[in-house]
């Protein structure tokens, strides 16, 4: 965007940072600054969880010692630019604050009222939200145009994406400041339009949603998992909804539901094994049962209580289970993920195709060798992917089912484009 270049000649680059919010993104983008060379200075609000986020960096920062990758005395001066507080005056002079408290709405409003507030008039104010909208959190704040999004993607010190979310208060240099410090600790800068959820999580949405609808009519998650790794991911939608957490996509149902509706499929066995505690990876169960004392695949296993659980909710809604071929599985993930995207190149909240493909690449691991999620649609044929979601809308039994087949009018566009 020229007025994005023209603005990023002119950026103050940020040397001080704010992070409010210890927990495990907040801890770990503070390390990431350390480690880019900024000051940093961390807000908790008690001292046993600001110890503990202490204690997270300093492990960090011993494991690059341990490994050679920082002498003693490196993993000391990065030590040293840190602030620990549990009060707000060691922010006051920050370039940038990165807010990263529990996403809960009227929470970081609270924080970005008093923060913007106490901070410099040309300090950037920033959300580590995964959710919300940036406006909602911008509306609080005297002068908007100095807040972004930057969505840090979990563990942020691994992790390379940052979603950057201009909200229609964003101003140029804002969006440009932010793009170019992403840049400068050595992340993945993708710049989004502001909704609910941003690009990943709706992306998330329709993947995940699909995943369930297969368990559903048939598929066992060992199946729809290994579907989906064959086809190039690094591990299946089910893995990955236990290792993020299961209570995490319970949570985030009400929210995407208000949003995007039927669209947002609220899967009746994704509640059961919330109310059941089996919230992933971290409870020990969850899709899978996990074996404790082993990590990795050594560690997963198919668990017979969660098929009974499974069969008995098939059951209770008149449902005989089918055979399901991997290719299906893998079609209808795929392209109901890829109808999402459509539909955020069509909103203007992705600005282009492979803006998509980033952030499916780097958040989700979609495999470099189909060349990104949008482009594999190209490869496909766009008016393949359109008549193989109108064939599953035409066989939808709800008003929930078929919305998630409705093909994205940008979707349709390229179709009707190809067969000129």
């Not at 790794?229 to 089910?238: D, K, Q």
């Not at 996990?290 to 209770?316: C, M, T, V």
């Not at 909103?347 to 060798?369: C, K, S, W, Y």
């Not at 008549?387 to 093909?407: C, F, G, K, N």
């Amino acid at each position: 965007m020229p007025e994005l270049a023209a603005a990023r000649a002119h950026v103050r680059p940020v040397r001080r940072v704010g992070v409010i919010g210890g927990g495990t993104m907040g801890r770990d983008i503070a390390f990431v600054h350390l480690l880019a060379g900024h000051d940093v200075a961390l807000r908790e609000a008690d001292a046993a969880r600001l110890d503990a986020a202490v204690a997270a960096v300093r492990g960090h920062v011993a494991r690059r010692v341990a490994r050679g990758d920082a002498t003693e005395a490196q993993g000391g001066e990065l030590l040293a630019r840190l602030t620990p507080t549990l009060d707000d005056a060691p922010l006051a002079d920050a370039d940038l604050i990165v807010e990263a408290v529990v996403e809960v709405l009227d929470v970081k409003r609270e924080v970005f009222a008093r923060i913007g507030a106490l901070v410099r008039p040309d300090a950037i104010l920033a959300s580590n939200t995964s959710t919300l909208p940036i406006a909602e959190l911008a509306a609080v704040v005297s002068d908007p145009s100095r807040v972004v999004g930057l969505h840090f993607f979990s563990p942020a010190r691994v992790m390379r994406l940052v979603e950057v979310v201009r909200a229609a208060a964003t101003s140029d240099a804002t969006a440009a400041a932010a793009l170019a410090h992403v840049a400068a600790i050595g992340k993945v800068p993708v710049l989004v339009g502001d909704c609910y959820g941003f690009v990943s999580n709706r992306l998330s949405m329709a993947y995940l949603a699909e995943a369930t609808a297969l368990l559903d009519e048939g598929a066992s998650p060992a199946e729809v998992d290994a579907a989906l790794v064959a086809f190039g991911m690094p591990m299946g939608p089910l893995t990955m909804s236990d290792m993020a957490g299961v209570d995490i996509s319970h949570l985030a149902q009400p929210g995407l539901q208000r949003a995007y509706g039927a669209r947002a499929r609220r899967s009746p066995v994704v509640a059961r094994l919330y109310a059941l505690g089996r919230h992933g990876q971290k409870a020990g169960k969850g899709w899978y049962r996990y074996e404790a004392g082993k990590s990795g695949d050594a560690a997963r296993h198919p668990d017979p209580e969660f098929d009974a659980l499974l069969a008995e909710q098939r059951a209770a809604r008149g449902i005989t289970p089918r055979s399901i071929a991997s290719d299906e599985i893998v079609a209808r993930v795929v392209y109901v993920t890829a109808n999402e995207g459509a539909r955020c190149l069509e909103e203007g909240i992705a600005r282009t195709p492979e803006d998509v493909d980033v952030v499916m690449g780097l958040g989700f691991g979609f495999p470099a060798q189909r060349g990104g999620l949008m482009k594999y649609v190209d490869d496909v044929g766009a008016t393949r992917v359109v008549a193989a979601l109108e064939a599953w809308r035409a066989r939808a039994t709800s008003e929930e089912e078929a919305a998630r087949y409705e093909p994205a009018r940008w979707l349709v566009a390229r179709a009707e484009r190809a067969q000129r």
